[in-house]
């Protein structure tokens, strides 16, 4: 008498057009081995967030020390053109006045960039209308009221 196997079974339902039957352990195992897989791409995917993430700040953090020294060699450079400003001007008058000069041109050409700079700043502030509009429709779609 030959023995009859669960694969054969399963390979005569399908023969028949029926749809072979799943026994409880392998429904297990596959579910188990869908989580294990759904586990692992989700680590990995966290794993190469984090990597761009660092790769990210990396970059970040050299431009602002490459601004930051930047910053303090042109406020250097600027420190020596005023000296020779003043230097400059003390041929024509006395030392003290041509300091208060200079002194006083670089305080107005700063208030004006002062000003230019806070009202760019203010206009810049403004709440973003449009995004929230569009995330006001956005709502309304999901939530299905239109």
């Known amino acids: 008498m030959a023995m009859v196997t669960s694969t054969d079974t399963t390979l005569s339902q399908a023969a028949e057009g029926r749809q072979p039957r799943m026994e409880p352990q392998k429904i297990t195992e596959l579910v188990r081995h869908l989580l294990d897989q759904v586990s692992t791409l989700f680590r990995q995917e966290l794993?190469?967030?984090?990597?761009?993430?660092?790769?990210?700040?990396?970059?970040?953090?050299?431009?602002?020390t490459s601004v930051a020294v930047a910053g303090a060699l042109l406020f250097a450079?600027?420190?020596v053109l005023l000296f020779a400003a003043v230097s400059g001007l003390a041929l024509?008058?006395?030392?003290w006045l041509a300091a208060v000069?200079?002194?006083v041109v670089v305080i107005?050409?700063?208030?004006?960039?002062?000003?230019?700079?806070?009202?760019?700043?203010?206009?810049?502030?403004?709440?973003?209308?449009?995004?929230?509009?569009s995330l006001r429709k956005d709502k309304e779609v999901l939530t299905g009221r239109t």
């Open 47 to 64: 794993s190469l967030a984090i990597a761009e993430a660092l790769r990210s700040l990396t970059a970040l953090i050299v431009g602002m």
């Open 101 to 103: 000069v200079v002194g």
């Open 77 to 79: 450079g600027l420190l």
């Open 108 to 133: 107005l050409i700063g208030a004006f960039l002062l000003g230019v700079g806070i009202s760019r700043f203010k206009a810049a502030t403004v709440p973003p209308r449009r995004s929230a509009e």
């Open 92 to 95: 024509v008058l006395p030392a």
